[in-house]
């Protein structure tokens, strides 16, 4: 696993719980499943266009250009029929990012006025991209809600740092092999959410690992899982469920 350590941070007490649900459809939930697609882009702008917001999958060899959609990107345009157990705060959808293998630095908004930002999801990833080999993928957005509905439940006005976001299947291969060597066997899955824009591994300074980790279970918007001595949490968009690494 990719193991850093920031030590920079700071103490503040959380407010209240701010809930948003994420209730997947079962094909991105199960086995086999297919990724959500931005159909009204597509039928305007053919296959050539990398449709970020809708963190459909894609491949490299049909980005051929990539420009933003005539008009705003809807929740109903991703297909994502959302339904929170909440409604997320009001106004900008607002994330901050520090990487720390590149310390490269992202401060954007992802939505706002009723939709998903073009701009800012490109923005998010290249920076989040598979720094190794530098390939580039989609983040799913509702990954990115959650992450913004937990910086929220907590007033947290740190970055995420990132410890690891996309990866390529050969980049996740070699994760394995390094952790089977560290570990005695690997705690890098085959076929890792990271490949499919589906998961990151963060922390916020501001926010003790365990309280961080223990609302992001509440939130039951797909796996989490804590890493004590690697200094991080996993939160992907896959069956919910939990585990403990090193």
Same mark, same amino acid.
Request: hydrophobic share 40%; glycine share 8%; proline share 7%.
């Given at each position: 696993m /990719?193991?850093?350590? /920031?030590?920079?941070?700071r103490?503040q007490?959380?407010r209240?719980?701010l =809930?948003?649900?994420h209730?997947? /459809?079962?094909a991105?939930r199960?086995?086999?499943?297919?990724?959500?697609?931005?159909r009204?882009?597509?039928?305007?702008a053919?296959p050539?266009?990398?449709?970020a917001?809708?963190?459909g999958?894609l491949?490299?060899?049909a980005?051929?250009?990539?420009?933003?959609p005539?008009?705003?990107?809807?929740?109903? /345009?991703?297909?994502?029929a959302?339904?929170?157990?909440?409604?997320?705060?009001?106004?900008p959808?607002?994330?901050?990012?520090?990487?720390?293998?590149?310390l490269?630095e992202l %401060?954007?908004?992802? =939505?706002? %006025?009723?939709g998903?930002? =073009? %701009?800012?999801?490109?923005?998010?990833?290249?920076?989040l991209?598979?720094?190794r080999s530098?390939?580039?993928?989609p983040i799913?957005v509702r990954?990115?809600?959650?992450?913004?509905?937990?910086?929220?439940?907590?007033n947290s006005?740190?970055p995420?740092r990132?410890?690891?976001?996309?990866?390529?299947p050969?980049t996740?291969?070699?994760?394995q092999d390094?952790s089977?060597q560290?570990?005695?066997?690997?705690?890098?899955a085959?076929?890792?959410?990271?490949?499919?824009g589906k998961?990151?591994?963060?922390?916020?300074?501001?926010?003790?690992?365990?309280a961080?980790?223990d609302?992001?279970l509440?939130?039951?918007?797909g796996g989490?899982?804590y890493?004590?001595?690697?200094g991080?949490?996993h939160?992907?968009?896959?069956?919910?469920?939990t =585990?403990?690494?090193?």
């Amino acid at each position: 696993m /990719d193991r850093l350590c /920031d030590a920079r941070g700071r103490g503040q007490l959380p407010r209240r719980p701010l =809930w948003l649900g994420h209730p997947a /459809d079962a094909a991105d939930r199960g086995p086999g499943s297919a990724g959500v697609t931005d159909r009204r882009t597509l039928l305007k702008a053919g296959p050539g266009l990398l449709v970020a917001a809708s963190v459909g999958l894609l491949t490299r060899a049909a980005v051929a250009q990539e420009e933003p959609p005539s008009e705003p990107v809807s929740a109903e /345009d991703l297909n994502l029929a959302p339904t929170p157990v909440r409604p997320p705060p009001e106004g900008p959808r607002r994330l901050a990012f520090r990487h720390l293998h590149t310390l490269e630095e992202l %401060d954007v908004v992802y =939505w706002k %006025d009723g939709g998903y930002v =073009w %701009d800012g999801l490109m923005s998010i990833k290249t920076l989040l991209r598979d720094f190794r080999s530098t390939e580039e993928h989609p983040i799913d957005v509702r990954l990115l809600d959650i992450l913004f509905t937990l910086q929220a439940q907590f007033n947290s006005t740190e970055p995420y740092r990132i410890i690891s976001a996309f990866r390529s299947p050969a980049t996740n291969l070699a994760l394995q092999d390094r952790s089977a060597q560290a570990n005695g066997k690997s705690e890098v899955a085959t076929k890792s959410m990271h490949m499919e824009g589906k998961a990151m591994d963060v922390r916020l300074n501001d926010v003790a690992l365990t309280a961080f980790r223990d609302a992001a279970l509440a939130l039951k918007g797909g796996g989490v899982g804590y890493y004590a001595d690697s200094g991080f949490v996993h939160v992907d968009i896959g069956r919910v469920r939990t =585990w403990q690494g090193t």
